[in-house]
């Protein structure tokens, strides 16, 4: 079993960046895919990025494409969200999940964190 938590969320304008840290406890990170979602008030939850157990293998929704790298640090069982050039259209909060299979579906993920608030004034 795994622990998740979230942070680095927070209040940024537009254009700006944020770094979102998923740290693992307990069992080790590097057992699991790990993915981002997200869900703003109101709308379903839906998926942002996911990272494959090594890291060797990333995939993206087109809507962060070439703005939120995801990656992470086995040695500090750590996955991170690099968010570039936020827009308002971001505002969610978001949440790490952890897996055994690298997938766009919630669904699949067994473990997940807390979640931590993303707000980006226009």
């Known amino acids: 079993q795994v622990q998740l938590v979230e942070s680095g969320g927070g209040l940024v304008q537009a254009g700006g960046s944020l770094r979102l840290s998923c740290a693992a406890s307990g069992r080790t990170v590097n057992s699991y895919a790990v993915a981002w979602f997200r869900q703003a008030p109101g709308k379903e939850r839906e998926w942002v990025a996911t990272?494959?157990?090594?890291?060797?293998?990333?995939d993206y929704a087109d809507f962060v494409k070439g703005r939120f790298p995801i990656s992470r640090d086995n040695a500090k069982n750590v996955v991170y969200l690099q968010m570039n050039s936020l827009k308002p259209a971001d505002t969610a909060v978001y949440y790490c999940a952890a897996g055994s299979t690298a997938s766009t579906a919630w669904r699949t993920y067994k473990y997940w964190g807390q979640g931590t608030q993303v707000t980006v004034s226009s």
């Open positions: 990272i494959s157990r090594s890291g060797a293998s990333t």
